[in-house]
């Protein structure tokens, strides 16, 4: 919020901005947002944010969700039955199954999305973009990202006892009631599978995004996946200390290769084989400087958010940056910021101004889902992104961790109002 917050003030038209509303569960949380807005209205629930909204009495143009994970759709949802400009942080939901729901309600309003996904503005990222698709390593076969943190090991904490300053019936939002755990909030809820999806789904939503956009996969049409995760026994509560997963990707037309397009994703500490093997030839710490690496029919790109590097060196001689054709930004949330302002002054074509809007972001929240939904099921499975389902032998496990049911009260809206 306070990157936001920043972009927005040092905007052409300070004027535009003003904080009209401010929510939080959390006390301490909301008294020092409203020393940075002081004239905003405060809200414990935002709920009730929503309904002020529709019977006029609090007028905003646009929405920042950046609630944990499991509220994300909830929150982002009332937004947009609104018909109101939303920038919600990633994931963009807590299921695959979400990300779907937000992605047909923000198609049917129109309105400026963006998923906060903060390196798809970045330089790096689209010259990288550019790289890929001008040929540069040939044709990808693969792509492995890795993030050695690790959000596991979740345990809940009999008899502890909710601070003063937190309203846990609130906080748990859509989820089921349950004992307060200690420490939960502000970020450890990463930890567990009620609120977060551990490192997969705290950081896939970044790193995977590179080659996701690179290979278009947004765009393509008939897309099947079939998906395996290792890791340690799943446990009920708490995500696991490291994450394996691989989606083979199909489509029946639009990729040009009989071949399946191959992601994995690494955590905990986990390293590609294939990091490890150039690695070892190179005598370089590959791992630890980047976080992704395409391999391609010529050669492999190393990237991370700020830099890439071309292999073999020889390969990398010969390869010239080709021409840019995605445009440089100021910043992600500038985007929206632009975007909404655009809207706001009338412009049909403003829900097109954001590069990562709810129609890419769901797409890409998918893919990162089904991934633990895999892990989870403790069976490779298979997905057919056209009809939103999974097939073969572990399909009904998998299909259980699409749908959670939410708390009376706490239900997405799937349509706008008017």
């Given at each position: 919020?306070?990157?936001?917050?920043?972009e927005?003030?040092?905007?052409?038209?300070p004027?535009f901005?003003v904080?009209?509303a401010?929510?939080?569960?959390?006390?301490?949380s909301?008294?020092?947002?409203?020393?940075?807005?002081?004239?905003?209205?405060?809200?414990?629930?935002?709920?009730?944010?929503?309904?002020?909204?529709?019977?006029?009495?609090?007028?905003?143009?646009?929405?920042?969700?950046?609630?944990?994970?499991?509220?994300?759709?909830?929150?982002?949802s009332?937004?947009?039955?609104?018909?109101?400009?939303v920038?919600?942080?990633?994931?963009?939901?807590?299921?695959?199954?979400?990300?779907?729901?937000i992605?047909?309600?923000?198609?049917e309003?129109?309105?400026?999305?963006q998923?906060?996904?903060?390196?798809?503005?970045?330089?790096?990222?689209?010259?990288v973009?550019?790289?890929?698709?001008?040929?540069?390593?040939?044709?990808v076969?693969a792509?492995?990202?890795?993030?050695a943190?690790?959000?596991?090991?979740?345990?809940?904490?009999?008899?502890?006892?909710?601070?003063?300053?937190?309203?846990?019936?609130?906080?748990?939002g859509?989820?089921?009631?349950?004992?307060?755990?200690?420490?939960?909030?502000?970020?450890?809820?990463?930890?567990?599978?009620?609120?977060?999806?551990?490192?997969?789904?705290?950081?896939?939503?970044?790193?995977?995004?590179l080659p996701?956009?690179?290979?278009?996969l947004?765009?393509?049409?008939?897309?099947s996946?079939?998906?395996?995760?290792?890791?340690?026994?799943?446990?009920?509560?708490?995500?696991?200390?490291?994450?394996?997963?691989?989606?083979?990707?199909?489509s029946?037309?639009?990729?040009?290769?009989?071949?399946?397009?191959?992601f994995?994703?690494?955590?905990?500490?986990?390293?590609?084989?294939?990091?490890?093997?150039?690695?070892g030839?190179?005598?370089?710490?590959?791992?630890?400087?980047?976080?992704?690496?395409?391999?391609?029919?010529?050669g492999?790109l190393?990237s991370?958010y700020?830099?890439?590097?071309?292999?073999?060196?020889?390969?990398?001689?010969?390869?010239?940056?080709?021409?840019?054709?995605?445009?440089?930004?100021?910043?992600?949330?500038?985007?929206?910021?632009?975007?909404?302002r655009?809207?706001?002054?009338?412009?049909?074509?403003?829900?097109?101004?954001?590069?990562?809007?709810?129609?890419y972001a769901?797409?890409?929240?998918?893919?990162?889902?089904?991934g633990?939904?895999?892990?989870?099921?403790?069976?490779?499975?298979?997905?057919?992104?056209?009809?939103?389902a999974?097939?073969g032998?572990?399909?009904?496990?998998?299909?259980?961790?699409?749908?959670?049911?939410?708390r009376?009260?706490?239900?997405?809206r799937?349509?706008?109002?008017?």
């Amino acid at each position: 919020m306070n990157e936001l917050i920043a972009e927005c003030a040092a905007g052409s038209q300070p004027a535009f901005i003003v904080i009209a509303a401010l929510c939080d569960v959390d006390e301490r949380s909301l008294v020092g947002a409203e020393s940075v807005a002081p004239q905003a209205r405060l809200y414990r629930d935002f709920r009730k944010l929503f309904e002020d909204v529709d019977d006029g009495v609090l007028e905003v143009d646009a929405v920042m969700v950046s609630t944990p994970d499991h509220t994300h759709a909830c929150a982002t949802s009332f937004a947009l039955a609104c018909r109101l400009p939303v920038y919600c942080e990633k994931p963009l939901t807590h299921t695959a199954s979400q990300a779907r729901a937000i992605a047909r309600l923000a198609q049917e309003v129109g309105v400026p999305t963006q998923m906060g996904n903060q390196i798809h503005a970045g330089d790096n990222y689209r010259a990288v973009v550019e790289l890929i698709r001008s040929g540069a390593i040939g044709e990808v076969t693969a792509a492995d990202g890795w993030d050695a943190r690790s959000w596991c090991c979740g345990a809940l904490t009999p008899d502890a006892r909710v601070p003063d300053h937190l309203n846990w019936d609130l906080w748990q939002g859509p989820a089921a009631a349950s004992a307060y755990i200690d420490g939960i909030s502000p970020g450890n809820w990463r930890r567990y599978w009620n609120y977060g999806n551990g490192t997969l789904g705290d950081m896939a939503c970044h790193i995977l995004d590179l080659p996701f956009w690179a290979l278009g996969l947004a765009e393509r049409d008939n897309l099947s996946a079939e998906v395996r995760a290792t890791g340690p026994s799943p446990d009920l509560i708490g995500c696991p200390t490291s994450l394996e997963v691989s989606w083979a990707i199909h489509s029946a037309h639009d990729l040009p290769r009989s071949d399946p397009l191959n992601f994995r994703w690494f955590d905990g500490g986990s390293i590609s084989p294939t990091v490890q093997e150039l690695a070892g030839k190179d005598r370089h710490d590959y791992a630890g400087r980047f976080n992704m690496l395409f391999q391609g029919t010529k050669g492999f790109l190393f990237s991370n958010y700020n830099e890439h590097l071309v292999l073999p060196h020889a390969l990398a001689a010969e390869v010239r940056p080709p021409a840019p054709t995605l445009p440089r930004l100021r910043g992600h949330h500038r985007e929206w910021i632009d975007a909404v302002r655009a809207w706001v002054s009338g412009r049909p074509d403003a829900a097109a101004m954001t590069s990562s809007n709810f129609a890419y972001a769901a797409r890409l929240t998918e893919l990162v889902l089904i991934g633990t939904a895999a892990f989870r099921a403790q069976s490779p499975i298979s997905y057919d992104f056209g009809e939103g389902a999974f097939t073969g032998p572990a399909a009904e496990r998998a299909t259980r961790l699409l749908n959670e049911p939410a708390r009376d009260g706490w239900q997405m809206r799937t349509r706008a109002k008017g």
